[in-house]
């Protein structure tokens, strides 16, 4: 499995909301606050992001995920924290994929 695949997958996401909403720009880095205290997104803002990486990883991976699942609302930490999270969080779904 790519991690530099992943991050595309979610740095070419963050452009599209970026693209949408220029007056408070994500920054494209694994340290990136994405959701909750110090977040640059709001739920809406979330919900795009999520819905734009899970297109993004079907397209890269052939496999399509989801990422706002029960599994994640379980986590102790969110997986939608930082991008390094959300990237990490993404890996372990994709390496419960068969074939991917």
Known sequence: MSDNKILTAIYDAIDL??????????????????????????SLGLVNLVVAIEQN???????????????????????????????GYIAELLEEKPNV
């Open 57 to 87: 990883i079907e397209d890269a991976f052939d496999t399509s995920i989801v990422l706002a699942n029960e599994n994640a609302m379980a986590k102790k930490n969110s997986p939608f924290r930082t991008v390094s999270a959300l990237a």
């Open 17 to 42: 909301i970026n693209a949408q909403n220029e007056e408070f720009l994500i920054e494209k880095s694994p340290e990136t606050i994405l959701f909750g205290r110090g977040g640059r997104l709001d």
